[in-house]
């Protein structure tokens, strides 16, 4: 279950917000989107979503000043994602007409391929404080291991440098950093690949959500 | 080089790229459409501006939002078409000219709700729903789904109201009642009530205030037939209009029922009597009613003494009528007589006698006033005295009298002094001259007069003189 423990604080959030809807909901009906409160959902989940992508990226670039480990930015990131793209979705009231039904299917999608992401994510092999552990490192491991069992393989004649039960640790430990290899090449091609399309999805994504917003201030506002 | 962010790299921004471009050509090939929030009503109604229904616009946003720079508001693209509205506003009548100003449109209206959603959605809690004559602080709550709907009224148009929308509710709230009430003012609910419990129970009916027998009755036992406000602020206040078949009186004492009756009851009606010009004192204030009105006959009830009173007269008529004049209202007995406006004052002993003493027999009339009449001659005025004895006496006694004359002799005679003993010391009708000329003297001197005789003095001597 120590997987699924970033996600407890994003659904807290988000049963708590469907439960204060619910009552809204039951007292006095669907908060229309252009009500004050479906305006309100909207407002603050396009702010969570906003900061979604711009936050993380930013901690991510920021190598020379880190400011909080990186573990910690991406349960923010995801937090913020699922509360945000949640709070859009009641903002449509159930009602996907034209581009306000995009945006919110939209929301759907990249929120959808953020969990993807979280998933190739912890595939790839980290330090204890979240750092991917490069190639190299564990390329470089790799041949220390073998190194340490070639004389074996020659005629055992170095047992005596080498016991047996370090014998069958090396092996572990050589199985072991073969898969993580595997493993990684795995997830940075999966990684690179969901980059691709997760990226240009979230732009879309405010593209048309700025959009939306112009669009709904040109004519609720100024066109009065 | 760093990293660009990603919604700055190079695929992002073809992405942001791509999307702009395909909002705007969506955006054109839809002529905005793809902004709308929502499908608009296909409700039909009279065609204007070419359409008879919002869905028929289909994408011609600019129907009903105006681009900014036309310099129009989508309040003046709604009157564009909706000019009926725009009257309505325009001369402050009608629905829209009540409670609407030129640019309320939105207030009250919307769209893009979906194409059989309402295009009118009204904050019952805002709405000025009383401009409209009709308040809804009596209809908070419906019978029939709690919180009451506009729908609940106004189920076909919220700019028509069904009347029989009324009975629908409150026939279940009191069927009986409701029958009764539609059958004395008729179906037309409005034309009364203004949704206050202005004549419901709260009803203060404070112009004519229902005390008494007047309260707890039937409203159409007196506003009989009113099926319109005016005509029920019309119900006369007069008793009559209402009471006149009541009027035990029969018309007899006029209309001003109020002046001797309370809406308590007919029965102990409070009367000043003395408005009627008959103050009931003394006796008169005990007596029943019926005592001077038999029969409840009022009018026309005599105010003399003798109207009612002849059958008491004691005197069988022969003082007359005006009883007042001796008696007052008091009793009978309680009389103040002046006896001298009969002509005969009573002074002096006449004062103190009874009346039985000259009025024998209880006659009053024809009593003779001259003293001979009740007081016989007395013996001493056989002779020599008239009937008018009030020539010497006065009514304070018979004695003393005073005698004036005509004497034949004069009455200073001897010093007399009008002492009437000196000479008539027994009786007027006789007199003697020896009480002071005594016989022997007289006859001594008188022995040489032929015929003389010493009871004949005054032939020889009728002045008294001795030369006579």
Same mark, same amino acid.
């Given at each position: 279950?120590?997987?699924?423990?970033?996600?407890?604080?994003?659904?807290?959030?988000?049963?708590?917000?469907?439960?204060?809807? =619910? #009552?809204? !909901? $039951? &007292?006095?009906? /669907?908060?229309?989107? @252009? +009500?004050?409160?479906?305006?309100?959902?909207?407002?603050?989940?396009?702010?969570?979503?906003?900061?979604?992508?711009?936050?993380?990226?930013?901690?991510?670039?920021?190598?020379?000043?880190?400011?909080?480990?990186?573990?910690?930015?991406?349960?923010?990131?995801?937090?913020?994602?699922?509360?945000?793209?949640?709070?859009?979705?009641?903002?449509?009231?159930?009602?996907?007409?034209?581009? =306000? #039904?995009? !945006? $919110? &299917?939209?929301? /759907?999608?990249?929120? @959808? +391929?953020?969990?993807?992401?979280?998933?190739?994510?912890?595939?790839?092999?980290?330090?204890?404080?979240?750092?991917?552990?490069?190639?190299?490192?564990?390329?470089?491991?790799?041949?220390?291991?073998?190194?340490?069992?070639?004389?074996?393989?020659?005629?055992?004649?170095?047992?005596?440098?080498?016991?047996?039960?370090?014998?069958?640790?090396?092996?572990?430990?050589?199985?072991?950093?073969?898969?993580?290899?595997? &493993?990684?090449?795995?997830?940075?091609?999966?990684?690179?690949?969901?980059?691709?399309?997760?990226?240009?999805?979230?732009?879309?994504?405010?593209?048309?959500?700025?959009?939306?917003?112009?669009?709904?201030?040109?004519?609720?506002?100024?066109?009065? | 080089?760093?990293?660009?962010?990603?919604?700055?790299?190079?695929?992002?921004?073809?992405?942001?790229?791509?999307?702009?471009?395909?909002?705007?050509?969506?955006?054109?090939?839809?002529?905005?459409?793809?902004?709308?929030?929502?499908?608009?009503?296909?409700?039909?109604?009279?065609?204007?501006?070419?359409?008879?229904?919002?869905?028929?616009?289909?994408?011609?946003?600019?129907?009903?939002?105006?681009?900014?720079?036309?310099?129009?508001?989508?309040?003046?693209?709604?009157?564009?078409?909706?000019?009926?509205?725009?009257?309505?506003?325009?001369?402050?009548?009608?629905?829209?000219?009540?409670?609407?100003?030129?640019?309320?449109?939105?207030?009250?209206?919307?769209?893009?709700?979906?194409?059989?959603?309402?295009?009118?959605?009204?904050?019952?809690?805002?709405?000025?729903?009383?401009?409209?004559?009709?308040?809804?602080?009596?209809?908070?709550?419906?019978?029939?789904?709690?919180?009451?709907?506009?729908?609940?009224?106004?189920?076909?148009?919220?700019?028509?109201?069904?009347?029989?929308?009324?009975?629908?509710?409150?026939?279940?709230?009191?069927?009986?009642?409701?029958?009764?009430?539609?059958?004395?003012?008729?179906?037309?609910?409005?034309?009364?009530?203004?949704?206050?419990?202005?004549?419901?129970?709260?009803?203060?009916?404070?112009?004519?205030?229902?005390?008494?027998?007047?309260?707890?009755?039937?409203?159409?036992?007196?506003?009989?037939?009113?099926?319109?406000?005016?005509?029920?602020?019309?119900?006369?206040?007069?008793?009559?209009?209402?009471?006149?078949?009541?009027?035990?009186?029969?018309?007899?004492?006029?209309?001003?029922?109020?002046?001797?009756?309370?809406?308590?009851?007919?029965?102990?009606?409070?009367?000043?009597?003395?408005?009627?010009?008959?103050?009931?004192?003394?006796?008169?204030?005990?007596?029943?009613?019926?005592?001077?009105?038999?029969?409840?006959?009022?009018?026309?009830?005599?105010?003399?003494?003798?109207?009612?009173?002849?059958?008491?007269?004691?005197?069988?008529?022969?003082?007359?009528?005006?009883?007042?004049?001796?008696?007052?209202?008091?009793?009978?007995?309680?009389?103040?007589?002046?006896?001298?406006?009969?002509?005969?004052?009573?002074?002096?002993?006449?004062?103190?006698?009874?009346?039985?003493?000259?009025?024998?027999?209880?006659?009053?009339?024809?009593?003779?006033?001259?003293?001979?009449?009740?007081?016989?001659?007395?013996?001493?005025?056989?002779?020599?005295?008239?009937?008018?004895?009030?020539?010497?006496?006065?009514?304070?006694?018979?004695?003393?009298?005073?005698?004036?004359?005509?004497?034949?002799?004069?009455?200073?005679?001897?010093?007399?002094?009008?002492?009437?003993?000196?000479?008539?010391?027994?009786?007027?009708?006789?007199?003697?001259?020896?009480?002071?000329?005594?016989?022997?003297?007289?006859?001594?001197?008188?022995?040489?007069?032929?015929?003389?005789?010493?009871?004949?003095?005054?032939?020889?001597?009728?002045?008294?003189?001795?030369?006579?």
């Amino acid at each position: 279950m120590s997987r699924y423990r970033d996600l407890v604080p994003a659904l807290v959030a988000v049963v708590v917000a469907t439960a204060l809807y =619910a #009552g809204f !909901l $039951a &007292a006095v009906g /669907v908060p229309r989107a @252009g +009500s004050l409160l479906g305006h309100s959902l909207g407002i603050v989940g396009l702010t969570l979503m906003l900061a979604t992508e711009t936050l993380y990226s930013l901690r991510k670039r920021a190598m020379r000043r880190p400011w909080g480990s990186m573990r910690a930015w991406l349960r923010f990131h995801m937090a913020t994602g699922i509360v945000g793209g949640w709070l859009v979705v009641l903002h449509a009231a159930g009602s996907f007409q034209g581009l =306000a #039904g995009w !945006l $919110a &299917a939209m929301t /759907v999608i990249v929120v @959808g +391929s953020g969990f993807i992401g979280r998933y190739i994510y912890t595939a790839v092999p980290r330090t204890a404080d979240g750092v991917m552990v490069e190639a190299q490192v564990l390329q470089a491991q790799l041949l220390a291991v073998r190194a340490e069992l070639s004389p074996l393989e020659a005629g055992r004649s170095a047992s005596v440098a080498i016991g047996r039960a370090d014998e069958r640790a090396a092996q572990r430990r050589l199985g072991q950093l073969e898969r993580q290899i595997s &493993a990684l090449r795995w997830a940075r091609r999966s990684l690179a690949t969901w980059h691709t399309i997760h990226i240009p999805l979230g732009m879309v994504l405010f593209v048309t959500a700025f959009v939306h917003v112009a669009a709904s201030v040109y004519y609720s506002t100024l066109l009065r | 080089m760093a990293r660009p962010l990603g919604c700055l790299t190079g695929s992002a921004l073809i992405a942001a790229g791509l999307a702009s471009a395909a909002i705007l050509a969506i955006a054109v090939a839809t002529g905005n459409g793809v902004f709308s929030p929502g499908e608009l009503s296909a409700a039909r109604g009279t065609t204007r501006g070419g359409v008879a229904s919002h869905a028929e616009l289909g994408t011609r946003c600019d129907a009903c939002h105006a681009p900014i720079w036309s310099g129009d508001r989508m309040a003046d693209r709604c009157r564009a078409c909706h000019t009926e509205v725009a009257t309505e506003i325009a001369t402050r009548s009608g629905l829209h000219g009540t409670i609407a100003g030129a640019d309320d449109c939105r207030d009250c209206h919307t769209d893009h709700r979906g194409p059989n959603a309402s295009l009118t959605v009204v904050d019952l809690a805002r709405f000025p729903h009383d401009q409209m004559g009709f308040s809804l602080q009596a209809h908070s709550v419906s019978i029939a789904s709690g919180a009451t709907t506009c729908e609940a009224c106004h189920p076909g148009s919220l700019s028509t109201f069904a009347v029989a929308s009324c009975a629908a509710c409150h026939q279940r709230l009191d069927a009986t009642y409701l029958a009764a009430h539609e059958a004395d003012f008729g179906t037309s609910c409005l034309a009364c009530h203004d949704g206050l419990e202005t004549y419901g129970k709260g009803f203060a009916h404070a112009t004519f205030p229902l005390t008494g027998g007047h309260g707890g009755r039937a409203c159409a036992a007196c506003h009989h037939g009113a099926t319109t406000l005016v005509a029920l602020k019309d119900a006369p206040t007069a008793c009559v209009t209402c009471h006149l078949s009541d009027d035990i009186h029969a018309g007899r004492l006029g209309t001003a029922c109020a002046d001797c009756h309370t809406p308590a009851s007919w029965s102990g009606a409070s009367l000043d009597h003395a408005a009627t010009g008959f103050a009931l004192t003394g006796g008169h204030a005990s007596p029943t009613c019926d005592a001077c009105h038999p029969a409840g006959r009022f009018a026309g009830t005599p105010t003399t003494c003798i109207g009612c009173h002849k059958a008491d007269d004691a005197h069988n008529g022969s003082f007359g009528t005006d009883c007042g004049a001796c008696h007052k209202a008091t009793t009978w007995s309680d009389v103040t007589f002046d006896h001298a406006k009969s002509g005969f004052a009573l002074t002096g002993a006449h004062a103190t006698a009874s009346c039985q003493q000259c009025h024998i027999g209880g006659v009053f009339t024809a009593i003779p006033t001259a003293c001979v009449a009740c007081h016989p001659r007395p013996a001493s005025h056989t002779t020599g005295f008239s009937n008018t004895c009030q020539s010497c006496h006065t009514t304070r006694a018979w004695t003393p009298a005073t005698f004036n004359g005509p004497h034949s002799f004069p009455m200073s005679h001897g010093g007399a002094g009008g002492v009437c003993s000196t000479c008539h010391p027994s009786t007027f009708a006789a007199w003697t001259c020896t009480a002071c000329h005594s016989t022997a003297s007289m006859a001594a001197q008188h022995s040489g007069v032929s015929g003389y005789s010493a009871t004949g003095c005054i032939r020889c001597h009728p002045t008294g003189s001795g030369g006579d």
